[in-house]
């Protein structure tokens, strides 16, 4: 039963996703005055099963911008998003969860939809986004939650899980790494840049934030890369260039070599506190490839692993399979 909730809801993701931006469109105003009448400006109406709720709120004076669905008072589920997307990247996989969790998928500040403040005006490093992201889950009135970790959200979800490991009811993991094992040539122009701080060493790594290399992440290592939609890339690089964005990305290039300096520490919290995880990996991903997944079944006693035929971003291309595991995982886990 299990399995053929979570297929149907999946296949369904697109519908109630274009039924919700009808909906919205249509029913605005009658939907806000009735807000305002019937509840305080501070509580927000639930969606109905599997529609998505698009939402900003503001977090140390940044906007943040958020998807939310399902009930919040039953288990939350923290999507935490990678480079260089956004919240987009779950835009499938929310409504499946949300049957049964309540569901946050936040954009970090300079994503998405959520504000770019300038470089000068805003600290664009991990430590900050994770300050950022603790903030919002207590500002969302959320006490624990599991959460999803991909790419840069690895870091950003393990940086808060170390500031308060009890909070974390579990991880779900999908080509996010803490293991140097998972650093292999791809990061060697960006360790070069790690080690002089240089002009030309960040200049060199600019041409992956051109829409050539957007869509390298999308489709390398995907055995069918026809089932990688390209509104995705696309999406991805009008936001990249947009007038200074590029710069808070090789500024966070630069800042992820602190995450690097983290992983013992994280890998000791992993042994003590023993969080349940599941890993579903890309094994084609050539940013963060197997060699990264397999040291989480040394630190981790209760994981569920799963490799899959894809690449960095698997989640497109097995989505319905990966929204079965994490459904049956969390209702085995903390549902």
Known sequence: MTTKRASKSFKDSLRLTAAAIIIAAAG?????????????????????????????????????????????????????????????????????????????????????????????????????YADIIEQFVDAKGVKTFSVYLMDYGAPIGYRVFAGNPERVDAFIIQNGNAYEEGLREFWDPIRAYWESGGDSERDALRGFLELEGTKWQ???????????????????QYLLDRPGNKEIQLDLFFDYRTNVDEYAGWQRLFRKHQPPALVVWGKNDHIFPEAGAHPYTRDLDDVEFHLLDGGHFVLESHGEMIAEEILDFLDREVG
């Open 28 to 128: 605005a105003h009658a939907i806000a005055g009735e807000a305002r009448s019937q509840a305080p400006a501070t509580v927000e109406a639930v969606a109905p099963t599997g529609v998505v709720a698009h939402r900003t709120i503001e977090i140390d004076g940044v906007e943040v911008f958020y998807r939310e669905a399902g009930d919040p008072s039953r288990p939350t589920v923290l999507l935490l998003h990678g480079f260089p997307t956004s919240s987009q990247m779950f835009r499938n996989l929310i409504p499946a969860l949300s049957e049964r969790y309540h569901v946050l998928a936040p954009d970090y500040p300079g994503y998405g939809a959520s504000e770019m403040p300038a470089r000068a005006d805003f600290d664009y490093t991990f430590a900050n």
């Open 218 to 236: 999308y489709v390398h290592g995907q055995p069918d890369p026809a089932l990688i939609s390209p509104d995705t890339w696309h999406t991805d």
